[in-house]
């Protein structure tokens, strides 16, 4: 359970800080970057491949586009699809530790041995062939990181449920009459919050980067503006002309942004003291 006194740690933590100052920049830039930055839709083939300067901060890419308009406009893609994608896994992963760890037997057992089997398939190998199977479109991006991402979660909450449901509040609770589904949501959940935020945000930097992969070999959402889908176009052709500002920009954003995500996480659990 997050006490008052992890909040005050918050505060000194240097890793969460850092992390959300990161985190915050890059999703101030997504909110209101478009409104500063034109869409960069409009080709201009006499401006193609030039490099960084005044005009074009981060250059521009074969089309004659800002890069830079491209990386504030993708921001938003790649933020929406790695927060919505990891909550659903976190979801997902949560419930199934949760059921999993508290009733054990033969229920434990094959939500388990279902997990172990999602854990064992190479998750990009997975992504790419469900991705082939269902179409590109946002929503099958999100789907597939959520689908790929949620074993990590259970088998951790299962953990930390199998040393939570014999303390003393819990066995309380059964005695008081308090139902199953209380216990879970009411009284465990919570005790295991920090460990299921932690892991959270942590698998918001893998779906991140997962979304960016999947667009780079071409089988994610290459219609779209993002990150991945400015890297897609820039292995094509940049090395070719040099461009070297075209694939260094989004590269590094998806770095310093998956950084700040990892960081928040690896503070929230240096202040709840679950490493």
């Given at each position: 359970?997050?006490?008052?006194?992890?909040?005050?740690?918050?505060?000194?933590?240097?890793?969460?800080?850092?992390?959300?100052?990161?985190?915050?920049t890059?999703?101030?830039i997504?909110?209101?970057?478009?409104?500063?930055?034109?869409?960069?839709v409009q080709?201009?083939?006499?401006?193609?491949?030039?490099?960084?300067?005044?005009?074009f901060?981060?250059?521009?890419?074969?089309?004659?586009?800002?890069?830079?308009?491209?990386?504030?406009?993708?921001?938003?893609?790649?933020?929406?699809?790695?927060?919505?994608?990891?909550?659903?896994?976190?979801?997902?992963g949560?419930?199934?530790?949760?059921?999993?760890?508290?009733?054990?037997?033969?229920?434990?057992?094959?939500?388990?041995?279902?997990?172990?089997?999602?854990?064992?398939?190479?998750?990009?190998?997975?992504?790419?062939?469900?991705?082939?199977?269902?179409?590109?479109?946002?929503?099958?991006?999100?789907?597939?990181?959520?689908?790929?991402?949620?074993?990590?979660?259970?088998?951790?909450?299962?953990?930390?449920?199998?040393?939570?449901?014999?303390?003393?509040?819990?066995?309380?609770?059964?005695?008081t009459?308090?139902?199953?589904?209380?216990?879970?949501?009411?009284?465990?959940?919570?005790?295991?919050?920090?460990?299921?935020?932690?892991?959270?945000?942590?698998?918001?930097?893998?779906?991140?980067?997962?979304?960016?992969?999947?667009?780079?070999?071409?089988?994610?959402?290459t219609?779209?503006?993002?990150?991945?889908?400015?890297?897609?176009?820039?292995?094509?052709?940049a090395?070719?002309?040099?461009?070297?500002?075209?694939?260094?920009?989004?590269?590094?954003?998806?770095?310093?942004?998956?950084?700040?995500?990892?960081?928040?996480?690896?503070?929230?659990?240096e202040?709840?003291?679950?490493?």
């Amino acid at each position: 359970m997050i006490k008052s006194s992890d909040i005050t740690n918050a505060f000194s933590n240097k890793k969460l800080l850092s992390g959300t100052v990161i985190t915050a920049t890059f999703v101030l830039i997504a909110i209101f970057g478009p409104f500063v930055v034109s869409n960069p839709v409009q080709p201009a083939l006499d401006l193609a491949y030039l490099p960084p300067s005044l005009r074009f901060p981060l250059g521009t890419d074969n089309w004659g586009r800002s890069v830079l308009a491209e990386l504030v406009w993708g921001s938003r893609i790649s933020l929406t699809v790695g927060v919505v994608s990891a909550t659903a896994a976190t979801l997902i992963g949560t419930l199934v530790g949760l059921v999993a760890g508290y009733f054990g037997g033969i229920v434990g057992e094959v939500m388990m041995r279902l997990t172990d089997i999602m854990l064992i398939i190479p998750p990009l190998a997975l992504m790419i062939l469900l991705a082939v199977y269902l179409g590109p479109s946002e929503t099958t991006v999100i789907f597939i990181i959520a689908i790929t991402a949620w074993p990590f979660i259970a088998r951790t909450v299962r953990s930390e449920v199998l040393t939570r449901k014999n303390r003393t509040y819990v066995h309380a609770a059964k005695v008081t009459g308090v139902g199953t589904r209380e216990i879970l949501f009411s009284y465990i959940l919570p005790d295991i919050l920090p460990v299921v935020l932690a892991n959270a945000v942590l698998t918001v930097t893998a779906a991140i980067v997962a979304e960016a992969t999947l667009d780079f070999i071409g089988v994610g959402v290459t219609s779209i503006v993002s990150w991945g889908e400015i890297l897609y176009w820039a292995q094509q052709s940049a090395f070719y002309y040099n461009a070297w500002w075209w694939i260094l920009s989004p590269g590094l954003a998806i770095g310093a942004l998956g950084t700040g995500f990892m960081m928040i996480g690896l503070g929230v659990e240096e202040i709840t003291g679950h490493r």
